[in-house]
């Protein structure tokens, strides 16, 4: 072999050695930066869908997190009252130019502020909203109302990342319309109908065989009904202890995992 040949090969192998590093720590990087927010979730035995390994033999670690919120907000923050956060709601509503929509029930978690959106013309269930007890700014809940809003949901993705929101740029989401990639039940029909195969009375079992599966002593109340969707409050002891929605048209479950500690409501006609 010549060393010209020698040299070219050389350089060759340094070349795709370097590449392969490169993409190596590419890859690296990227499970570090996403792996935070979607590792550890999944669909449980109980055709539920929440973070994995947080249930254990009919009840729930005692660490901190799930009575009490999947802290996604570590701050000592101040948590909201009543008028803040429906002071931020309405902002939100009025930039969305809708007068067929307004705020039906307002929840405050140490967390963050929960707002539902009704249509008025029908009483159903738009979506969901969350307000930040810093910024105080109202923005998307993620979780069901992104994933199985079969009428919102593009609303939902343009205001969460179209517009300088959370996850600019399309990311993890696939950008305006698209439904989010984790837990896409794709039984769910995409006509926009109130009529689903789940009926509100169905959806209270399924959310309470799960409860009585996971989180023992818990019982349900009456569920909220979104196009495509039920959310239903839950109480243990006398007091709200979370959230879970269930899908109208396969019966998943998913459990809410970001509010915190309940403080307090307000229902609007």
């Known amino acids: ?58 009840g729930m670690m005692n660490d901190g997190n799930m009575m009490n919120g999947y802290r996604y907000n570590t701050t000592t923050a101040t948590p909201l009252t009543i008028d803040q956060t429906k002071a931020a709601a309405e902002k939100y509503l009025a930039n969305l130019n809708d007068p067929d929509l307004e705020i039906d029930e307002i929840m405050i978690f140490d967390n ?34 992104m994933m199985w809003n079969l009428k919102y949901s593009g609303l939902n993705h343009q205001n969460m990342m179209g517009n300088g929101g959370m996850m600019g740029g399309g990311m993890m989401m696939g950008g305006y319309g698209n439904t989010m990639m984790l837990g896409w039940d794709n039984t769910t029909p995409l006509d926009v109908t109130t009529v689903m195969t789940v009926t509100p009375e169905q959806a209270v079992d399924y959310a309470q065989k799960y409860l009585d599966a996971n989180i023992a002593g818990a019982t349900t109340e009456h569920p909220v009904q979104f196009y495509g969707y039920y959310t239903l409050d839950f109480e243990k002891d006398g007091k709200v202890a979370g959230m879970l929605s269930v899908n109208g048209y396969s019966g998943q479950v998913f459990l809410h995992t970001w509010h915190g500690i309940f403080i307090e409501e307000a229902e609007y006609e």
Not at 18 to 29: D, L, V
């Open 1 to 58: 072999m010549n060393k010209t040949l020698s040299t070219t090969l050389t350089i060759l192998a340094v070349l795709a050695l370097a590449g392969i590093i490169f993409f190596a720590g590419g890859m690296y990087a990227r499970m570090n930066t996403f792996g935070p927010m979607m590792s550890g979730y999944g669909w449980n035995n109980n055709n539920a869908y929440g973070p994995a390994g947080m249930m254990r033999n009919g």
């Open 112 to 145: 963050n502020g929960y707002v539902i959106v009704k249509e008025t013309s029908t009483g159903t269930g738009a979506f969901e909203l969350l307000v930040d007890p810093i910024s105080q700014l109202a923005y998307p809940e993620h979780g069901p109302n």
